[in-house]
């Protein structure tokens, strides 16, 4: 039997009290233990050079879905030598792909799903955490940052460096989008944190799990998130509310065409 979040056998206390910060923020939420807020086990394991949530999934012809084996994989950063549970964001993004495999499933196969699913889990670790750059607990200054999204660090063959990346919609071409779902989703992680900034995260937090739960397919795109975050804010605050009006300028400011936001009812 898995331990409780937060309460794993021998893991680090760091990473019990993580785990405990993303379970409460769930569920003040409204996220039940059924929707991925649950025990879970921590493998922590030196030897990896990976943080990841990873579960055996069996999808049903209906579309709903059953997680087995589920566990999250904390290993070591190559570069630093530090675990990544020195950094409690990165542990709040690995739960918040839980969270999203539960509400969704199969959510975050496909290419373009892959980067909703990552940046999904950026915007959650920040309004958990309650800062815009995540992993500054591995690397000072962090790998990549919702605030400004224009570089981050990026594995490049054996190192890391910081390289320039999309901050616009419109910047994600089939050239950068060959170059995976971390390269690209600043223009994302930016619409969140324009929202957050506006709204503060916690309503953030409330129209972003709106969208989870009732809007996006498993192979989500950057227009389903679009869609499901105007419409999402739509449900909780009323049609032309200024939540909702925020929600659109924050897609438009990332380059959205601001015909396309606007026609979203
Ligand atoms: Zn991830």
Redesign the pocket.
């Given at each position: 039997m898995p331990a409780p979040a937060g309460a794993s056998a021998g893991i680090p206390p760091a990473l019990a009290a993580a785990a405990t910060a993303a379970r409460d923020f769930f569920t003040a939420l409204g996220v039940t233990e059924a929707e991925g807020n649950g025990p879970i086990e921590f493998r922590v394991d030196p030897a990896s050079h990976d943080a990841?949530?990873r579960a055996d999934l069996t999808l049903a012809p209906d579309g709903t879905g059953s997680l087995a084996n589920e566990r999250v994989e904390i290993g070591t950063d190559p570069f630093t030598g530090a675990p990544f549970w020195q950094a409690p964001d990165v542990v709040y993004?690995?739960l918040t792909?839980r969270v999203a495999a539960h509400l969704v499933p199969g959510f975050g196969v496909t290419p373009t799903s892959r980067i909703v699913?990552?940046s999904l889990?950026?915007t959650f670790a920040a309004a958990i955490e309650g800062n815009w750059t995540l992993g500054e607990g591995l690397v000072p200054g962090g790998l990549r940052s919702s605030a400004d999204p224009s570089s981050q660090l990026m594995l490049d063959g054996a190192t890391r460096v910081h390289v320039a990346t999309p901050t616009r919609v419109d910047e994600m071409t089939a050239d950068s989008l060959a170059k995976g779902?971390?390269f690209n989703i600043g223009p994302l992680n930016h619409a969140a944190y324009l929202v957050g900034e506006a709204l503060g995260t916690g309503l953030m937090a409330r129209i972003y799990l709106e969208a989870l739960r009732h809007h996006l397919p498993a192979a989500a795109g950057v227009t389903d998130l679009v869609l499901g975050t105007v419409r999402g804010a739509g449900t909780l605050f009323g049609a032309g509310s200024a939540e909702q009006l925020a929600v659109r300028d924050a897609w438009k400011s990332v380059g959205v065409r601001a015909a396309a936001v606007d026609s979203i009812t």
């Open positions: 990841a949530y993004h690995e792909h699913d990552e889990a950026d779902p971390y």
